[in-house]
C-alpha cells in the first residue's frame, strides 16, 4: 500500500503506531511585550525575578515570544505600574500589589497585610485555596490577569535613628512602610511616608524620614540603610508574607495563544520559586556582615507588637463593613489563616522552635 492511501485509511492512531509524524503544529506568532517593574535594577534578588521569568520566556517559546524588562521609572513611575498595564501602555508590569491599596484596600491581601499569611501558607491559598480565584476576580475590574512572582518570606521590621523602646516611640515618627501597613502605624501615632525602593536612602540620609524598612539584610545592605540609620528591627510583622505579582493586561493576556499563555504560567511560577529561594541563600551572610559593621538588632518591644495587633484587627472589622471587596476577599482569607495557624503551631513552630535553639 503506497503511503498516502496507508495514511487516509488508517487514521492519526495508524500513523502515529507506524512511527509516521504528520506536521500538525502550527508555526506560534512572533510576540513583544514590554514588562515595567517597580523596583531598581540594583536589587537582582526582587527586580531580578522578571528577569527570570522573561528569561524563561524566550527559551520556552524559541525566541519567539520576547519581552523586554524595564526598571521602575524607565517607562512609567514605580508606582504607576498597575495604571499603565490597565491602559495598555505596557502589556505587563512585575509589583507588590499593595502598593495601590489607595485603588482599592483589597490591592493589599494580595500581597501582605499586617498578621496575615506566611509565605508558604500564602502561595497555599493562592494555589490550592481560593486566593487566585477571588484576586483574579477583583483584578478583573483593573483589566489585569495576575500571575505570582515571587515572595520574601517575612521581612524584617526596618532601620531606625532612635531606640523604640515603647510604643509611646512610635509618635511623630515618619516611617517609609509599604502599602496598607501606613494606616497601622498612623493609628500608632506614627506618620507614614510611601517612597518608591530606590529614593528611600536619601530621604533617610537628608532625614526626611526618621525610619525606613525595606525587606531584609541582603538588600537593605545593598541599599546601604546600615550607614544611616544604626537600629535594625524585627520582625516586620506587616509582612510575613509578601508576595510580588506579574500584572498582565487581560486583552494582551487573551490575545496569546494556548501554549504562549501555558509558557506564561510556567515561567511564572519559576520566578515565584526563585526569587525566595534567593532571599533565604543570601540573607544569613548579609546579616552577618551588618552586624560585624556594627548594626544593632533589636525585637519590638512587646507593647508595639500589641498595638499594631489591636489596630490591625479594628481596621479589618471596619473595612468589611464599608468596602464589599474587601468582605468578600478577606472572609476566605482569614478562614484559611486560622487553619493554618493551627495546623503550623504544631509541626513548623515546634520543629523550628527546638531546632534553632541548638548549637549546630
Not at 509589583?95 to 491581601?109: M, S, V
Not at 501558607?121 to 494555589?127: D, I, L, N, R, Y
Not at 543570601?282 to 508595639?304: C, E, I, M, W, Y
Not at 482569607?333 to 495557624?341: I, V
Request: include cysteine; charge should be positive.
Amino acid at each position: 500500500m503506497e503511503r498516502r492511501s496507508f495514511v487516509r485509511h488508517a487514521g492519526l492512531a495508524g500513523v502515529l503506531a507506524a512511527g509516521v509524524a504528520p506536521a500538525v503544529v502550527q508555526a506560534q506568532a512572533q510576540v513583544r511585550w514590554r514588562l515595567a517593574s517597580s523596583f531598581p535594577k540594583s536589587l537582582d534578588t526582587i527586580f531580578g525575578a522578571a528577569d527570570v521569568f522573561a528569561k524563561k520566556v524566550s527559551e520556552m517559546t524559541g525566541g519567539k515570544f520576547q519581552i523586554s524588562v524595564h526598571a521602575g521609572g524607565e517607562l512609567v513611575p514605580a508606582l504607576q505600574v498597575v495604571d499603565a498595564v490597565q491602559n495598555a501602555t505596557v502589556e505587563i508590569a512585575h509589583t507588590a500589589p499593595y502598593y495601590f491599596f489607595g485603588k482599592d484596600e483589597t490591592f493589599a491581601i494580595g500581597c501582605a497585610i499586617p498578621f496575615g499569611l506566611n509565605s508558604r501558607q500564602m502561595s497555599a491559598w493562592m494555589f490550592e485555596g481560593n486566593g487566585l480565584k477571588l484576586m483574579r476576580e477583583f483584578y478583573r475590574n483593573y483589566n489585569i490577569v495576575n500571575f505570582p512572582g515571587g515572595n520574601t518570606g517575612a521581612q524584617m521590621g526596618g532601620w531606625y535613628r532612635k531606640q523604640i523602646k515603647s510604643v509611646a516611640d512610635m509618635k511623630g515618627l515618619k516611617i517609609r512602610i509599604g502599602g496598607f501597613a501606613g494606616r497601622v502605624v498612623e493609628r500608632m501615632g506614627a506618620v507614614p511616608q510611601q517612597i518608591a525602593g530606590g529614593e528611600i536612602y536619601s530621604a533617610l540620609e537628608k532625614g526626611t524620614i526618621d525610619a525606613a524598612e525595606w525587606v531584609g539584610p541582603y538588600d537593605d545592605l545593598k541599599l546601604g540603610f546600615n550607614k544611616v540609620a544604626p537600629n535594625y528591627y524585627y520582625p516586620g510583622w506587616w509582612e510575613g508574607g509578601p508576595q510580588l505579582d506579574f500584572f498582565i493586561n487581560s486583552k494582551a493576556f487573551d490575545a496569546l495563544s494556548a501554549e504562549y499563555k501555558a509558557v506564561v504560567e510556567a515561567a511564572s511560577a519559576l520566578a515565584h520559586v526563585e526569587m525566595q529561594a534567593k532571599y533565604d541563600a543570601k540573607n544569613p551572610a548579609a546579616l552577618k556582615q551588618l552586624v560585624g559593621s556594627g548594626t544593632k538588632l533589636f525585637r519590638f518591644p512587646k507593647d508595639v507588637l500589641n498595638a499594631a495587633f489591636k489596630e490591625s484587627m479594628a481596621i479589618y472589622s471596619e473595612l468589611s463593613a464599608k468596602n464589599p471587596n474587601w468582605k468578600k476577599v478577606y472572609e476566605d482569607y482569614a478562614t484559611f489563616r486560622r487553619d493554618q495557624n493551627l495546623w503550623f503551631r504544631f509541626a513548623e513552630a515546634g520543629f523550628d522552635e527546638f531546632v534553632q535553639q541548638q548549637k549546630l
